[in-house]
């Protein structure tokens, strides 16, 4: 198993819809979800306990486990310590930046708006864990919160009878408030609904596998999520400046996530093109996780792509909306202009995705299949709420006194005219 390099223009309905209608594969074992939730909701800790049991194999003994995080950090090498507190740092410092002002300007005479700012009081952090330790979502998750002001940061991870004590660290490090030892679905119904053990949150963010990503479907409603994710997923589009070997390193990368990922590259060159698929063979010979990155490699929504020309490369991608899009061409910023939808972009040689997954600040929780065509990735706006706020003097009131109330005659909306109106009155009874 290989990737194959595909010809855009050749590309069959069935093709497109492989590359384009992407999903998390969610609907299969919704019905599944759907029981443990509502016996996560009914029966608390006790049901949160069995399916731990059952599905993870541990049986916990504690579900809280906030002290074992931070003794994880006091017991860390002290480079692993340094590498998480730089990447903390590096995050924490990009995300101070997106942190609002409140702010308020008068708009015409005696008409006076603006909005506030306020952190939501409690969220939930997915944490992931079985495959592969993820101490990066740690930090991408609970920093942001913690920047945004959030009273009660709570991370919940799943079990394992040696607990990774990198992502154990990471958590402390990040500044969670309380962490608990349970993961998958029971995980997400406990944050939604609480339990004798886990606090209520209001909003749950962080990524995870199918069954945490249909879980957060199935309770969104009762609270609120940031968005539904898939399995990793990147586009890089390179021309016949870009050293094969880089882009191949990239889509090899994405690729070791899960078999389930889907890695693109997308070139005008022919021979850029075999070039990368040669490569991307001869890496994956190499790497660890071999098996996993030629399952993706092999999935349909996997592949390198000629384009006729760089137009078509970058309609594709725009319509392709990538979790990840590394541009390495001679001209990356024109590149980049033309290109709106994307979770995250990497642009240069220089910049691997890598970079972005660990320390350079910026948020790896990002939309995947095509989420970036709506929305962004994890930041401090998601933790936070805006009001609006508005104050009339009798002035500005006047000055669009007659445009509320046609507008409320015209809704048959009588009482609302008649609030406004009532004012009018009092001021030209003055």
């Known amino acids: 198993m290989s990737i194959e390099v595909h010809t855009i223009a050749d590309l069959g309905p069935d093709d497109r819809v492989a590359f384009f209608e992407r999903d998390a594969g969610i609907d299969a074992i919704s019905d599944d979800v759907h029981e443990i939730v509502e016996r996560v909701r009914t029966e608390g800790d006790v049901a949160v306990r069995e399916y731990t049991n059952e599905f993870d194999g541990v049986t916990v003994g504690n579900l809280e486990i906030t002290d074992q995080c931070e003794r994880a950090y006091d017991e860390l090498e002290d480079d692993v310590c340094e590498a998480i507190e730089t990447a903390a740092a590096n995050v924490r410092e990009f995300h101070e930046a997106q942190v609002p002002d409140d702010w308020r300007e008068e708009f015409g005479p005696g008409r006076e708006l603006g909005r506030r700012f306020r952190p939501i009081e409690r969220v939930g952090v997915y944490v992931p864990g079985g495959a ?22 709570t991370v919940v ?61 199935a309770v969104r409603g009762d609270v609120e999520i940031d968005f539904l994710a898939g399995p990793s997923e990147i586009v ?70 000629l384009a006729r020309s760089m137009s078509e490369a970058i309609l594709f991608t725009e319509e392709y909306a990538p979790e990840h899009l590394s541009i390495i061409t001679d001209d990356d910023e ?97």
């Open 236 to 305: 890089v589009v390179a021309d016949e400046t870009a050293d094969p070997g880089d882009v191949a390193a990239e889509l090899v990368a994405q690729a070791e996530h899960d078999p389930n990922a889907s890695v693109v590259a997308v070139t005008a060159d022919s021979d850029t093109a075999a070039a990368i698929a040669a490569a991307v063979d001869e890496q994956a010979n190499a790497r660890e996780r071999e098996e996993t990155i030629r399952a993706a490699l092999d999935n349909d929504a996997s592949g390198v792509l």
């Open 132 to 153: 592969a330790a993820y101490p990066s979502s740690a930090i991408m998750g609970v920093v942001p919160a913690v920047v945004a002001g959030v009273e009660h940061v």
């Open 157 to 217: 991870t799943p079990p394992a009878d040696e607990m990774n004590p990198v992502t154990l660290a990471a958590i402390h490090v990040a500044g969670a408030d309380a962490v608990y030892s349970v993961g998958g679905v029971q995980a997400i119904a406990g944050l939604a609904y609480g339990t004798e053990t886990i606090t209520r949150v209001q909003k749950i963010v962080g990524p995870g596998n199918k069954w945490v990503t249909a879980a957060k479907a």
């Open 334 to 430: 024109s590149v980049l202009e033309r290109i709106d939808s994307a979770g995250s972009v990497f642009l240069g040689p220089n910049t691997p995705v890598a970079a972005g997954d660990y320390a350079s600040g910026t948020n790896h929780v990002l939309p995947t299949n095509g989420g970036a065509r709506v929305t962004g990735g994890l930041s401090v706006e998601t933790f936070m709420r805006s009001t609006t706020v508005q104050r009339l003097s009798s002035e500005g009131l006047s000055e669009i006194g007659e445009t509320i109330t046609t507008l409320a005659d015209a809704e048959g909306l009588e009482a609302h005219a008649a609030s406004v109106r009532r004012r009018l009155d009092d001021e030209s009874s003055d």
